[in-house]
């Protein structure tokens, strides 16, 4: 968003007249319309990875590093490492066991 946006938007908010005041709320629109899809997209790549990630887990508790070698091919573009543990340890965590060690590992919830 522009700085001169932001500061007619105070101007309007402190009472004093705007003019341009639909520009405004459209660059505010799109703004936020931009955060929306790009989370959605976010959402749409977790969603396609979860049932590759959490297929892969079996009894055998492996490192989030052994599970992305092994998944690493089968997941969509742009799917790292990182996204690999963010997920297992945050959005999925309650379809894992995770077992506490130097180096921590994970296994599918029997």
């Given amino acids: 968003m522009k700085k001169s946006t932001m500061q007619s938007l105070v101007s309007y908010l402190n009472g004093e007249a705007v003019d341009n005041i639909a520009e405004i709320k459209a660059e505010i629109e799109a703004e936020l319309a931009k955060g929306a899809e790009k989370a959605q997209a976010n959402r749409d790549l977790y969603a396609q990875a979860k049932g590759i990630v959490l297929g892969a887990l079996s009894e055998t508790p492996v490192t989030i590093g052994e599970l992305y070698d092994e998944i690493a091919n089968d997941l969509p573009e742009g799917f790292s490492k990182g996204k ?4 297992i340890t945050r959005l999925w965590a309650d ?7 130097k180096v921590n590992t994970y296994s599918r919830k029997a």
């Fill in 84 to 87: 690999v543990q963010y997920a």
């Fill in 95 to 101: 379809e894992v066991v995770k077992t506490e060690g």
